[in-house]
């Protein structure tokens, strides 16, 4: 089965760039999306199809995706961007989900 | 607003059955895929199933990691999706979230749809221990 790769922590400075990333084979075929899961609460969607980012979400939080790696970029980055971060694609071969295994970026 | 909302969790002996809801408001959940998370406690996030829309014949599908013991459904009229744990084992210990999921379908590649997950509840918590 598919397997997601991602470092388990990021720490970053306030104010500067944090990248997140996640490998696959061949995950640059895939539409990968990205989710936000701060202490105590629900996962949010930051990212999906690769780049596109729902209502409400900073344009800070941009998103690349090609080869083996996709990449979650925060921009300018705030206290309150300290939480973890999950990629995920659909797998249509199996029609599942598969998670990454999660990013807590520090602040 | 969209919105949903789990409930049914508990503490259950293993081997014992549970039922979890999660009720939507402001959209038809007839009309969207939705999916089951957990999250055991300090883990990460696994999907265990969903069941497609009305469009894509209400199918489901399940992780094999339950395949066999749980069962998603859904209740239109109620705006409800359930899940149906049965043969609990401690490792099922979770909070349990439900999420809708939209599907999109390249014009030029059917065959290429996915799914992601847009809205997602506040979760109940599912503690299996004797």
């Known amino acids: 089965s598919r397997v997601l790769t991602q470092p388990p922590s990021v720490s970053v400075a306030p104010g500067k760039t944090a990248t997140i990333t996640c490998g696959g084979d061949?995950?640059?075929?895939?539409?990968v999306h990205w989710y936000q899961q701060k202490p105590g609460e629900a996962p949010v969607l930051v990212l999906y199809h690769d780049t596109d980012r729902p209502s409400g979400i900073p344009e800070r939080f941009s998103g690349s995706n090609s080869g083996n790696t996709a990449t979650l970029t925060i921009s300018r980055v705030e206290a309150g961007d300290e939480a973890d971060y999950y990629c995920?694609?659909?797998?249509?071969?199996?029609?599942?989900?598969?998670f990454g295994s999660g990013t807590k970026v520090t602040v | 607003e969209v919105q949903l909302v789990e409930s049914g969790g508990g503490l259950v002996q293993p081997g014992r059955s549970l039922r979890l809801a999660c009720l939507g408001s402001g959209f038809t959940v007839g009309d969207y895929a939705m999916s089951w998370v957990r999250q055991a406690p300090g883990k990460g996030l696994e999907w265990i199933g969903f069941i497609r829309s009305n469009t894509y014949g209400g199918t489901t599908d399940y992780a094999a990691s339950v395949k066999g013991r749980f069962t998603i459904s859904r209740d239109e009229s109620k705006s409800i999706a359930y899940l149906q744990m049965n043969s609990l084992k401690t490792e099922d210990t979770a909070m349990y979230f439900c999420?809708?999921?939209?599907?999109?379908?390249?014009?030029?590649?059917?065959?290429?749809?996915?799914?992601?997950?847009?809205?997602w509840g506040k979760g109940t918590t599912v503690i299996v221990s004797s």
């Open positions: 061949s995950i640059g075929s895939k539409n």
């Open positions: 999420t809708r999921d939209p599907v999109v379908v390249p014009p030029a590649e059917s065959w290429a749809y996915y799914y992601y997950m847009d809205v």
């Open positions: 995920q694609v659909w797998d249509g071969y199996s029609d599942q989900y598969v």
